[in-house]
């Protein structure tokens, strides 16, 4: 079964850093494009980043130049360096893959459970 877990999240003053990571591990085939999606309080969950297996990165606009987004295939993990840092920003934030588990099989989303970062002085 595979598995992402998140970590990194907490607390930071605003115009503080954050870096996140997440691992994903279990029986894969392959990993395609990961990414980073956040969800606020009272709002729908909404794209952060993504990056290809070959490292094409895309950001929504709201955090362009703040944050980056990067991966490590070797160990299948994706990060999101955060800088910066907005009141904004708060939410809960999630790592997303797409996910081959065998050479024949269908490529599936999956989800980390999810990691707060509040920004708040």
């Known amino acids: 079964q595979v598995q992402l877990v998140e970590s990194g999240g907490g607390l930071v003053q605003p115009g503080g850093s954050l870096r996140l990571s997440c691992a994903a591990s279990?029986?894969?085939?392959?990993?395609?494009?990961m990414g980073w999606y956040r969800q606020a309080p009272g709002k729908r969950r909404e794209l952060v980043a993504t990056?290809?297996?070959?490292?094409?990165?895309t950001y929504a606009d709201s955090v362009k130049g703040r944050f980056t987004i990067s991966r490590d295939n070797a160990k299948n993990t994706v990060f999101l360096q955060m800088n910066s840092l907005k009141s904004e920003d708060t939410a809960v934030f999630y790592c997303?893959?797409?996910?081959?588990?065998?050479?024949?099989?269908?490529?599936?989303?999956?989800w980390g459970q999810g990691t707060q970062v509040t920004v708040s002085s």
């Open positions: 997303n893959a797409h996910i081959k588990t065998g050479r024949w099989g269908p490529e599936n989303d999956y």
């Open positions: 279990g029986i894969m085939f392959s990993i395609n494009a």
């Open positions: 990056i290809s297996r070959g490292g094409t990165s």
